[in-house]
Nanobody, 128 residues
């Protein structure tokens, strides 16, 4: 049984940093794209960042460019999201997702259907 578990969320002041981790068990992530999504209260789920199986093709939501960085460690079966210079509007539940596919494409990586396994999410709250 595949399990995806996020950790590292919390309450932080505006301008602060957090590092989220996504640990996957029950499958190897080596040949799968990994992504982070977020869902703010009352809003839909939006793609934050993704990277392909090799970690060479990376895409970000325009609002986090230059502030967030997605990485992965295939040996540990873990993906990370380093978040810096956090803003109040970054407040949301952050979810990790494992794609059905290995590669990342700019025009499709945010499509929810491309992901086969999801975590429950971790809350990130940024005070104004």
């Amino acid at each position: 049984q595949v399990q995806v578990k996020e950790s590292g969320g919390g309450l932080v002041q505006s301008g602060g940093s957090l590092r989220l981790s996504c640990t996957v068990s029950g499958m190897n992530i080596d040949n799968h794209r990994m992504a982070w999504f977020r869902q703010a209260a009352g809003k839909g789920r939006e793609g934050v960042a993704c990277l392909n199986w090799k970690g060479t093709d990376i895409y970000y939501h325009e609002s986090v460019l230059g502030r967030f960085a997605i990485t992965r460690d295939n040996y540990k079966n873990v993906a990370y999201l380093q978040m810096s210079n956090l803003k109040h509007e970054d407040t949301a539940v952050y979810l990790c997702a494992v794609s059905r596919y290995a590669s990342s494409y700019e025009d499709s990586w945010t499509l929810l259907d491309e992901y086969s396994h999801w975590g429950q999410g971790t809350q990130v709250t940024v005070s104004p």
